[in-house]
């Protein structure tokens, strides 16, 4: 048996609240995988280095998370289709000749959380609440998986417009405080901030959302969200944000270590357990 260690790990700054270590750590020891999956602590000024002596420092990849996704693109040296869609890379792959390739995982991650609920678009729109890089990464995984209409509300109406031009004809902007935009909806994402622990709560009326329409958050702390214990408690079915977080981490884990692993009940828990 190698006694080579496999090494990876997570860069952020902050990156001590990242569950990422815990994750990628239960993987690895059910796999019976001889590897290590570290938080890296990098300042912005410092990334670029950081992520140009992964080679030297014995590294097959880190993840990035805030607020690196977006500065990375420009360091490393090949970026993959969904990366450049999505305008952000959250896998750093090193490849053997020392090159850095930049994944995003993220749109992955929210399709299969989305598929493991069962949705279907039914021909029907989906409303996506803000306009940042968690929006970015939900409209790309909504075209791949044929929704036919995304619609984009946000506080300032202008964002929301730069992304449906930039996404194109299947996109349209609204204000935020636009409830008829979710009349004939299929689902309804929130991809911003609010209702994050710390956060005020999303304040949107739900009155005028089927109750046959998915709700889901992309955040997981708290786990249940204001915004998805109103869906809950009016009919609707809800999809919280941890399982996007589960699913996004399986390409890196193969890409770093060799071995696709199983999102699974037991890992959910694991993982709960950290937060």
Avoid at 21 to 43: D, F, M, N, T
Avoid at 63 to 84: C, F, G, Q, S, Y
Avoid at 125 to 137: D, N
Wanted: glycine share 8%; with cysteine.
């Amino acid at each position: 048996m190698s006694d080579v260690v496999l090494k990876a790990g997570v860069m952020g700054w902050p990156v001590e609240h990242s569950l990422s270590p815990r994750l990628h750590g239960y993987w690895l020891e059910r796999a019976h995988i001889k590897g290590s999956y570290l938080p890296l602590a990098v300042v912005p000024n410092d990334l670029s280095n950081a992520l140009k002596s992964l080679k030297e420092n014995g590294y097959r990849g880190v993840n990035l998370t805030v607020p690196h996704k977006e500065a990375a693109m420009a360091i490393v040296d090949d970026i993959d289709d969904i990366a450049r869609r999505v305008g952000a890379i959250n896998t750093v792959v090193v490849c053997e000749d020392g090159s850095l390739e930049g994944r995003n995982t993220d749109a992955y991650g929210f399709s299969q959380n989305l598929l493991s609920a069962q949705f279907q678009h039914q021909d029907r729109p989906a409303v996506i609440l803000g306009a940042g890089g968690a929006a970015r990464a939900a409209i790309v995984a909504l075209m791949d998986l044929g929704v036919p209409e995304i619609r984009i509300l946000n506080r300032t109406e202008d964002k929301a417009q730069n992304l449906a031009r930039e996404f194109g004809s299947r996109l349209s902007a609204y204000a935020l405080s636009n409830v008829d935009a979710l009349k004939d909806a299929s689902l309804l994402v929130n991809a911003t901030s609010l209702g994050l622990k710390g956060q005020p709560p999303l304040e949107i009326f739900l009155g005028t959302l089927p109750v046959g329409a998915l709700v889901t958050d992309m955040v997981y702390a708290p786990l249940m969200t204001d915004l998805l214990k109103r869906a809950a408690a009016r009919g609707n079915k809800v999809v919280d944000g941890l399982g996007m977080l589960l699913h996004q981490a399986r390409p890196a884990f193969k890409a770093f270590y060799g071995v696709d692993p199983e999102v699974t009940p037991s890992l959910r828990s694991y993982v709960l357990e950290g937060t």
